[in-house]
Every structure is written in structure tokens, then in C-alpha cells.
């Protein structure tokens, strides 16, 4: 072999090495990359599934105190709102005065479905915070919300008159979410 070939072989095996050891760093930097872009994005904003199918079938009977249940053979024929709690919930406790404005209003029924809850407890809280809903379904084995899709609560659906969802809510309700989008929508379903 020539010097010439040696020198050049020797930099061709010291540039393996060599670009072995900046691999973690790209890697590194790769998934700091990712993790940046994912921190950036509302959770609130991932759209469900089942936006636009029908409601999951499902026959929850009533919370402990109240007459009607929740199936979905009640949520056609009329635009709604399901609202999925539970008395454990801090977000739902924020959010129910906004459900009793909306009662009194009666703009849209509103439908309960109680999520993972002691019937004790649900009856108790609705006892005493008042009840919105129309209709409440005791889902006490979570079964029913994790066909709808639900992660956690308080979750809030719009129901289209056949029966199917139309939007969903993640997290707690605010004014501003009812006036911008929930409400414009259900006047929108109801045309």
C-alpha cells in the first residue's frame, strides 16, 4: 500500500467512530425537538373519533334520586348537550353553575352522565349544588364514557337530533366556550 491509500484508510476508520459519538447528540436533539412542538399543543384541541357517528348504544339507569336514565335512544329526535361528572370532580364543581344558568335558560336540555361515581355521593352533590339535567345516567363502572371516548372529566358533547356527536369539550366549561361554540352550534343543528 501506498502512504498515500494508509492515510486516507486510517481517516476513513477514525470518521466511524467519530460520527458514532454525535448520534445521542442528534438523537438528543431530535426528541427535545418533538417534546417542545407536543408542549406547545391544547390537549383541548384533539378532536374525538366519533365526532360526526352516532352516540356509542349504551342504557345507563338513573342516579340514585332520580327518575329518568340515559340511553342513547334518548339523546334523537332533539339537539342536546351530555355532560359527563362526577362528585369528585374539582372542574365539575367550577363548571356546574354555568349547567344551572343554562337550565333556567332552556335553551338546550342538558343530559348528566355520571362518571365512576359512588350513588351516594352523585345524589348527594346534585342534591346540593341543584340538578341541570334532564336526563342522568349512573355509569358507575366507567364502561359507557370509555365508549364515548372520555379520559377524564368533565367532558361535554353535543348531540345532533339523530342521535349523533357533533363536538366535544375537553376539561371544564367556561362562558366563553358556551357563547363561541357550543351555543352558535346548536342553533346551527337545529336549522
Known amino acids: 500500500m501506498t502512504d498515500q491509500v494508509c492515510v486516507e484508510h486510517?481517516?476513513?476508520?477514525?470518521?466511524?467512530?467519530?460520527?458514532?459519538?454525535?448520534?445521542?447528540?442528534?438523537?438528543?436533539?431530535?426528541?427535545?425537538?418533538?417534546?417542545?412542538?407536543?408542549?406547545?399543543?391544547?390537549?383541548?384541541?384533539?378532536?374525538?373519533?366519533?365526532?360526526?357517528?352516532?352516540?356509542p348504544v349504551f342504557d345507563?339507569?338513573?342516579?340514585?334520586?332520580?327518575?329518568?336514565?340515559?340511553?342513547?335512544?334518548?339523546?334523537?329526535?332533539?339537539?342536546?348537550?351530555?355532560?359527563?361528572?362526577?362528585?369528585?370532580?374539582?372542574?365539575?364543581?367550577?363548571?356546574?353553575?354555568?349547567?344551572?344558568?343554562?337550565?333556567r335558560s332552556?335553551?338546550?336540555?342538558i343530559h348528566g352522565l355520571n362518571y365512576k361515581d359512588k350513588p351516594n355521593d352523585a345524589a348527594k352533590w346534585l342534591d346540593e349544588l341543584g340538578d341541570p339535567y334532564t336526563r342522568t345516567g349512573a355509569d358507575i363502572n366507567g364502561r359507557v364514557g370509555i365508549d364515548w371516548g372520555v379520559y377524564g372529566v368533565p367532558e361535554t358533547f353535543v348531540i345532533d337530533r339523530q342521535g349523533r356527536i357533533a363536538y366535544k369539550h375537553i376539561g371544564a366549561l367556561t362562558p366563553r366556550v358556551l357563547t363561541d361554540?357550543?351555543?352558535?352550534?346548536?342553533?346551527?343543528?337545529?336549522k
Open 181 to 190: 361554540r357550543i351555543l352558535p352550534l346548536v342553533s346551527e343543528l337545529r
Open 60 to 103: 345507563l339507569p338513573a342516579v340514585k334520586g332520580r327518575q329518568l336514565g340515559l340511553s342513547s335512544a334518548s339523546l334523537q329526535g332533539e339537539v342536546s348537550l351530555v355532560n359527563v361528572f362526577a362528585s369528585w370532580c374539582t372542574a365539575c364543581r367550577e363548571e356546574h353553575p354555568l349547567f344551572m344558568d343554562l337550565r
Open 10 to 55: 486510517t481517516h476513513e476508520k477514525a470518521r466511524g467512530p467519530r460520527m458514532a459519538m454525535f448520534a445521542p447528540i442528534v438523537l438528543f436533539l431530535g426528541i427535545a425537538v418533538m417534546f417542545g412542538i407536543g408542549l406547545t399543543l391544547n390537549p383541548r384541541d384533539i378532536p374525538s373519533p366519533l365526532i360526526g357517528k352516532p352516540v
Open 106 to 109: 332552556g335553551i338546550v336540555p
